[in-house]
């Protein structure tokens, strides 16, 4: 790789200084350790990372993939470890759970490249339905977890990780929280790699296969081999200790970084012993070492009280009787995110200090503003037309993505949500229970991702469901990532720019398949209403592209905005009860529409009993 890269992040310029996020951070990590294969599933807060290496990949020579679900990627980047590549791949939290089954059996078999598997956590439900803790994976699955804390240490610690994989021969993961994925800080840039792994699969099929005769073995190997991960950790530089005194803060992730900062704008480290916990298997040797050194401990870390119930089972291991604090003695909570201010209160009580001065600063209350659809977003009108259709009393089971904000009013199309996939699966189980007709929501993507069974179980049983896929042709909510769906024709021939959905849901016998505009409202609404009237499983395709995507890739695309006339609107307020399209504005009884928001949908305008919408002629039509 060039220094003159025309990206800044592949610059080989050693010792140079650049303020990145710290997704960026683990980019740069993996490319000083000569990544060469790359594959993931987006969600955020891990997206950036594979947009990232989505753009370099070709001047990297890095073999890239958007997989089709998060198991994929794990499976197709561990093979690839098989033969000596470097790999990687991403997901966010919920990804790793989707990947579970690969998952468990990999730290058996082994990798030979390095196998760095980055799980981005997401504290405080911040983009997810939930929160999960993914430390305990090194404890229940034998995985080497590495938790930075800031930008810098993500960087450092994934360009480590590599060759730490090969060398135990155990995959390992990054979890990054959301605060550290989406932080910037300054990273300085070490060397580039100028030579990368020789890539080449030698056949041992008493190592590569894990039948049960072969897995007893590697389950002794295993237990070898993550005693030898602590071992090496112990020299890894990722458990720095500052500070001194007689009065001990063991932290870990951002948590830490929280932390240090308190420490040190109150002028405590002085009194205070900090050490930082920067990856699983925390030595145990370390642990003993500081806990020997202070009379007591107070663990700042985020979720479950992981660390500090390593260190209370240390502590009475080796006969250390001091306090624990943390959790469980009542210092933090248990569930979400931290925040500076809320450590800062804990070190003050542990350490009997004044309370924090609060802010005396008074915010007005705002209203909420929950996340919405785009204005001339195709999901809106699709739900608006199937509302009309099949009424209140329908039962609704949405799915992640785009669609999930249908959600609550105005839309009402959301009445079941639980995971990727499973609103077929919910609407097959309410169905069948209830006697009544069901709808399912789902995306192109999402369909791809985990749909395409759920739908064949749906089939074989021949379920009461409509499921209707909402396909916008893009991966829209986590960045507009490809889609494997793009302006299908029913053809049901694989080309270039995607598959074709239709020909999907017939290969899994389903006879009742329908594909339609959702704007074009008369056709659609004939669609459905033979969809509601029907027997069995039956499949509608609402087809529109994502208007903020076209926005971005066609200077073509455009349709005029729409305005309203004062002197006809008499403040019914349908256009915002029925939609809530967010170019919509209402001041007291006064309607407008925002026409640099509006993208000219028609949607509002069918739905004004009184005209008073129309489209904006332009000057030169």
Do not use: W
Not at 11 to 18: E, I, L, M, W
Not at 180 to 195: D, N
Not at 422 to 438: D, K, L
Not at 554 to 570: G, L, Q, Y
């Amino acid at each position: 790789m060039s220094s003159a890269s025309r990206f800044e992040i592949l610059q080989d310029n050693p010792g140079a200084r650049a303020c990145l996020l710290g997704n960026l951070g683990i980019v740069r990590g993996a490319l000083e350790a000569g990544l060469q294969f790359f594959s993931c599933y987006p969600g955020t807060p891990s997206s950036e990372i594979g947009d990232t290496i989505a753009r370099i990949a070709s001047d990297a020579d890095i073999e890239f993939e958007y997989s089709v679900n998060e198991k994929i990627a794990v499976e197709v980047a561990f093979a690839a470890s098989l033969t000596g590549a470097r790999s990687m791949c991403a997901m966010k939290h919920l990804g790793l759970s989707s990947a579970s089954d690969p998952i468990s059996s990999m730290p058996y078999v082994g990798v030979e490249g390095g196998l760095v598997v980055v799980s981005a956590g997401d504290p405080s439900a911040i983009t997810s339905p939930n929160e999960q803790d993914q430390r305990h994976y090194s404890k229940f699955q034998y995985y080497p977890v590495f938790d930075p804390a800031t930008p810098e240490d993500a960087r450092k610690m994934t360009r480590y990780a590599f060759g730490f994989s090969e060398e135990t021969r155990l995959p390992v993961i990054m979890r990054p929280t959301t605060r550290v994925c989406h932080a910037s800080g300054m990273v300085e840039f070490a060397a580039l790699p100028a030579e990368r792994n020789t890539v080449k699969f030698t056949k041992n099929p008493p190592r590569y296969v894990p039948i049960p005769v072969n897995a007893r073995r590697m389950r002794l190997e295993l237990t070898e081999r993550f005693k030898k991960a602590e071992t090496l950790l112990e020299t890894s530089g990722f458990y720095p200790r500052t500070g001194s005194g007689r009065r001990g803060v063991i932290a870990s992730g951002v948590a830490y970084a929280y932390t240090a900062q308190v420490l040190e704008d109150l002028d405590l480290l002085g009194e205070v012993s900090l050490l930082q916990v920067g990856a699983y298997p925390a030595p145990e040797k370390l642990l003993v070492a500081f806990l020997e050194s202070v009379d007591s401990v107070l663990v700042v870390e985020e979720l479950t009280p992981y660390v500090e119930e390593l260190v209370s089972l240390v502590a009475f291991r080796h006969g250390r009787q001091i306090s624990v604090l943390g959790k469980r003695s009542g210092h933090f909570r248990e569930e979400f995110e931290y925040s500076p201010d809320i450590v800062e209160d804990a070190v003050r009580d542990y350490l009997a200090l004044d309370r924090r001065k609060k802010s005396t600063v008074t915010i007005p209350k705002l209203p909420p503003r929950p996340p919405v659809l785009c204005p001339g977003c195709p999901h809106r009108t699709s739900f608006h037309i199937v509302n009309k259709v099949f009424g209140k009393k329908t039962v609704f089971c949405n799915d992640i993505g785009c669609y999930t904000l249908g959600y609550g009013e105005p839309l009402n199309a959301c009445d079941v949500l639980l995971c990727m996939g499973s609103s077929i699966s919910q609407a097959s189980g309410i169905a069948r229970m209830t006697g009544n007709r069901t709808v399912a929501y789902i995306g192109d993507s999402t369909f791809f991702h985990s749909g395409l069974p759920a739908l064949a179980n749906a089939a074989q049983a021949n379920d009461a469901i409509t499921v209707i896929i909402l396909d916008n042709y893009i991966t829209a909510m986590t960045g507009f990532q490809p889609s494997l769906s793009k302006n299908g024709d029913g053809d049901g021939a694989k080309r270039a720019d995607g598959f074709s959905i239709e020909a999907a849901v017939r290969g899994l016998g389903v006879e009742d398949v329908s594909i339609v505009d959702p704007f074009d409202e008369d056709a659609t609404k004939s669609v459905l209403k033979s969809a509601k009237a029907g027997s069995g499983l039956n499949v509608v395709i609402c087809r529109s592209p994502c208007v903020v995507h076209e926005h971005r890739v066609s200077k073509d695309f455009h349709r005029a905005p729409f305005k309203i006339t004062p002197e006809m609107c008499n403040a019914c307020s349908a256009c915002v009860r029925v939609l809530g399209c967010p170019s919509i504005l209402v001041e007291g009884s006064e309607y407008t529409i925002d026409e640099e928001l509006c993208d000219g949908c028609e949607l509002c305008a069918r739905i004004c009993q009184h005209d008073a919408i129309q489209q904006v002629i332009p000057e030169d039509a």
